[in-house]
């Protein structure tokens, strides 16, 4: 029975009262991005299980241990996307989007899934808010996805965020860097975990982000990928310092940085959370996949993107006292004593709510008392009770339930406009209010 009433470890119920903080979020995130000209795409939830394995790597954590791979009913293996840039990858090359003019700018907030230890920020169902750009090879380009991502971070209000960058070079200049790593982790063959023994030859530098104890203490004394790219890494990684000193973005060079998807090339950035509630939780990370489309059967096209975790921005968010603004709060509760006046009273709420206010009466046929004791629950801003002598007059008492005010209005075809000025008159008290507080 409790698999009824349990939902799945590592999955989360955003709850009415809560669901405001994600859509204020994510509504901030689609804003900013269309202000930087990317557009909204919707990919499936599901994909080929080879679409996850080939871009984002058969040795990353993420494809050996984290996904959710299973065979469909006509026996094709489906996997739940983990991140949200192979499916936008794939969407690119199947509707020819490179053919429009470039480059092409996408922005998404979906739903991933990585079988993952759950713990605080880290869940198997998480949502994304990501951004890709596509055929734009330039540092400027790099500059302007990252610049994207922090003033999403500014705009919520969210403060020691530290972005930190790397370049991981391109496959020419990593031939040296993969020889010097096997060549540091050979020494440590009998201490490594068995994935990471595997890693070795093939991809050892997929051994720097493996979570156990042991491999990630090995790693701390690495060689740093930054001290083998080569002099069109360097000038590519020096462009991109010069154009976020040129806007005042703050950022540390972290060597350290590689990423856990294989497809990154060059540039490779993350934003740390230095506050101490949520110290070194990663709210978002990105770079650059330039061998990413032609890996997955387009024509070579530089790319180049961000992810960021919007359950883990809320946590920071929280953990830094800022308050989200709730815009869902019922603007008028109308309250009827008898059949008559619960009629008038749903005709008030349609009209009320066709010029979008939040209006609400009673459904369940509860006593006055009860119907004033749940408008005070949901925080009504003004209540408005009827009875058959309100209707007959045509007039009802409105009362502004956070002053206790009580004032006439007309319930004929002046109602709206009367409305429409005791709620403008309290949002504008209240708006000076907070002002004068400041
Ligand atoms: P990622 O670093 O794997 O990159 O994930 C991006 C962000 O998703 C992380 O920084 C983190 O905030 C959040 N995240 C990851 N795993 C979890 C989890 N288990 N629970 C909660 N939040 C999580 C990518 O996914 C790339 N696709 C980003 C990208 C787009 N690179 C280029 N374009």
């Given at each position: ?351 009320l709510r066709e010029s979008s206010f939040i209006a609400e009466y009673d459904t369940i046929g509860r006593g006055l008392k009860a119907q004033m004791k749940y408008a005070d629950k949901i925080g ?59």
């Amino acid at each position: 029975m409790q698999l009824l009433t349990k939902a799945p470890r590592g999955t989360q119920d955003i709850l009415p009262k809560d669901s405001y903080k994600w859509q204020f979020i994510e509504n901030i995130m689609l804003n900013q991005a269309e202000l930087f000209g990317f557009s909204e795409i919707r990919t499936p939830v599901f994909e080929h299980t080879e679409l996850f394995s080939r871009s984002v790597g058969e040795d990353t954590d993420v494809v050996q241990k984290e996904m959710y791979t299973f065979n469909d009913k006509g026996g094709r293996s489906i996997t739940l996307r983990p991140e949200g840039t192979a499916g936008a990858v794939r969407a690119m090359l199947e509707h020819g989007l490179y053919n429009e003019s470039l480059p092409v700018k996408m922005s998404y907030i979906t739903l991933c899934y990585r079988y993952e230890k759950p713990q605080s920020g880290r869940w198997r169902e998480f949502t994304q808010f990501g951004v890709e750009m596509f055929g734009a090879s330039s540092a400027a380009a790099d500059a302007e996805v990252i610049c994207l991502a922090k003033t999403l971070f500014d705009r919520l209000g969210l403060s020691n965020i530290s972005l930190e960058i790397n370049s991981i070079g391109c496959p020419k200049c990593r031939a040296k860097y993969y020889e010097a790593l096997k060549k540091y982790f050979e020494g440590y063959k009998s201490e490594l975990c068995e994935t990471c023994l595997s890693r070795l030859d093939r991809n050892p530098m997929r051994i720097l982000d493996c979570k156990s104890l042991i491999c990630s203490k090995i790693a701390e004394n690495a060689p740093a990928v930054l001290d083998f790219i080569c002099a069109d890494c360097k000038e590519h990684f020096e462009k991109l310092k010069e154009y976020l000193d040129a806007v005042s973005i703050e950022y540390t060079v972290n060597p350290k940085i590689v990423r856990g998807l294989d497809y990154y090339t060059r540039t490779v950035f993350e934003f740390v959370s230095k506050d101490k509630n949520t110290l070194g939780l990663v709210c978002g990370g990105g770079g650059r996949y330039d061998g990413l489309v032609e890996e997955l059967g387009g024509k070579p096209t530089p790319a180049l993107g961000f992810g960021l975790g919007i359950g883990r921005i809320l946590l920071a968010m929280e953990s830094q006292g800022i308050e989200i603004p709730k815009t869902n709060v019922c603007d008028v509760y109308i309250a009827s004593i008898g059949d008559a006046a619960s009629l008038f009273a749903f005709n008030l709420t349609r009209l009320l709510r066709e010029s979008s206010f939040i209006a609400e009466y009673d459904t369940i046929g509860r006593g006055l008392k009860a119907q004033m004791k749940y408008a005070d629950k949901i925080g009504a801003k003004f209540t408005l009770v009827l009875g058959d002598d309100e209707i007959a007059s045509k007039k009802a008492k409105i009362k502004n339930m956070k002053t206790g005010d009580l004032l006439e209005i007309n319930l004929d075809k002046n109602f709206l406009t009367e409305f429409f000025k005791i709620h403008a008159e309290a949002e504008n008290e209240k708006i000076f209010k907070n002002f004068s507080q400041k």
